[in-house]
Structure formats: structure tokens, C-alpha cells
């Protein structure tokens, strides 16, 4: 079965900070999805990288599937007390089953 | 559309009683997913459902839970008899499932606490 890796387990930066989140799986990875969550409330999607070396930006939050396809980071540019969360990556398999894996999970504090 | 919809928002109970968690996923959706979420294990898969056909029930931990889809716009996860470290917060997701793109739709989940 795929696991799915991510680091680092929690995060702490000063607001205006830049922070980087990495995932990686331990096969390749045919869609790899970023959630976040803030505590109290369901995840929320942010984006779906699907082809090697693919790259996508929503606002500040930037997130990136290496070539090889089996690790994505997420980046957060100038980092704001809204980015505070906890911040999941999950994977498709590939094929017909509908289902993602998770990851265990980021936890960012950003401080003022 | 309102999104994933679940109730209770939150549950206590006492250890033995039974349990149920109610989803209405998004209309039009043709796949839903029950999930568990605890510190100490993360977001775990329950069971997933595709055009309301159970596929994949793996995640579920024991016969005292079960799931059910008996149209395309209700669900319900029962635990009976509940237990203690049956605790964590629930979440309801659904999706419309195509080759190549899979995002899920999350509820707002439901917290349950067995005493």
C-alpha cells in the first residue's frame, strides 16, 4: 500500500516568514493533492498536481511534484497568522479506485 | 450547494451505546469516503463507497462499526457498542470520481466522545 510521508511534523515561524513543506511517498505518485485544515473544521483543498516537474500557485502558497514524481513540496511565501493550520498531502494511486491516501500531517503555528 | 453535510456536529456518549453519523454528501457526487482522524494516527480511511456500492471497507477497524449508502444522497457510519478509544472526529467526504482527477469534498466532521 502507499505511505506517504511528510516534514516536517510541526512548524513555527514568525509572520513574513517563508516556509517550505515536503511529502513524500514511497511509490510514484499519479495525483498528489494539498489539503488544509484549521483545527475544529474540515479540510479545505488547495491544489492537484498531477504531471512531473508541475508547478502551481495559489496566492502565496506555492507547490511543486518533483520529476520523479514521488515527492511534492508546498511553499508558503511571507507567511500570515491566516496560513496557521495543519496541512495535508494525499495521494492517488492511479487506476480505477477513487480513494487518496493522507499524509500524518504538517502543523504550522505562524507567531506575530 | 451547501457542501458535505453531517450531524451530529458532536456526540457523547457513554461506553456500550450505540452510535450513529450521518452524511449527506454533494449532490451529483458519485463517490463517498468515511474517515477517522486522531492525534496519534492521523487521517485514516474507513470505508469509500462508489455509486453507492461499498468498495473498499479495509480501513474499518471491527465489526462494531458498519456503514451504509442506501441512496446516492445518504450515508450513516453505526458503532455499536461503542467504546472508549472509539473517540476522534469523523469526517464525511464525497467526490466526483473521473480518470485522472479525484479532489474530495470534505464535512465539517463530527466529534465523538465515548466516555
Known amino acids: 500500500s502507499q505511505e506517504l510521508e511528510q516534514s516536517p511534523q510541526s512548524l513555527i515561524v514568525q509572520e513574513g516568514k517563508n516556509l517550505t513543506i515536503n511529502c513524500t511517498s514511497s511509490?510514484?505518485?499519479?495525483?498528489l493533492y494539498w489539503y488544509k485544515q484549521k483545527y475544529g473544521e474540515g479540510l479545505i483543498f488547495l491544489m492537484m498536481?498531477?504531471?512531473?516537474?508541475e508547478e502551481k500557485s495559489h496566492e502565496k502558497i506555492t507547490a511543486k511534484l518533483d520529476e520523479k514524481k514521488q515527492q511534492s513540496s508546498l511553499h508558503i511565501t511571507a507567511s500570515q497568522p491566516s496560513h496557521a493550520g495543519i496541512y495535508l498531502c494525499?495521494?492517488?494511486?492511479?487506476?480505477?479506485?477513487?480513494?487518496?491516501?493522507f499524509g500524518t500531517g504538517t502543523r504550522l503555528q505562524v507567531t506575530l | 450547494d451547501a457542501g458535505v453535510i453531517q450531524s451530529p456536529r458532536h456526540e457523547v456518549t457513554e461506553m456500550g451505546q450505540e452510535v450513529t453519523l450521518r452524511c449527506k454528501p454533494i449532490?451529483?457526487?458519485?463517490?463517498l469516503f468515511w474517515y477517522r482522524q486522531t492525534m496519534m494516527r492521523g487521517l485514516e480511511l474507513l470505508i469509500y463507497?462508489?455509486?453507492?456500492?461499498?468498495?473498499?471497507d479495509s480501513g474499518m477497524p471491527e465489526d462494531r462499526f458498519s456503514a451504509k449508502m442506501p441512496n446516492a444522497s445518504f450515508s450513516t457510519l453505526k458503532i455499536q457498542p461503542s467504546e472508549p478509544r472509539d473517540s476522534a472526529v469523523y469526517f464525511c467526504?464525497?467526490?466526483?470520481?473521473?480518470?485522472?482527477?479525484?479532489?474530495?469534498?470534505f464535512g465539517p466532521g463530527t466529534r465523538l466522545t465515548v466516555l
Open positions: 467526504a464525497s467526490s466526483l470520481f473521473l480518470a485522472g482527477y479525484n479532489e474530495q469534498f
Open positions: 511509490k510514484t505518485l499519479y495525483g
Open positions: 498536481l498531477q504531471k512531473g516537474g
Open positions: 494525499g495521494a492517488d494511486g492511479g487506476g480505477t479506485a477513487s480513494k487518496l491516501t
Open positions: 449532490s451529483g457526487h458519485n463517490s
Open positions: 463507497f462508489n455509486n453507492n456500492v461499498p468498495i473498499d
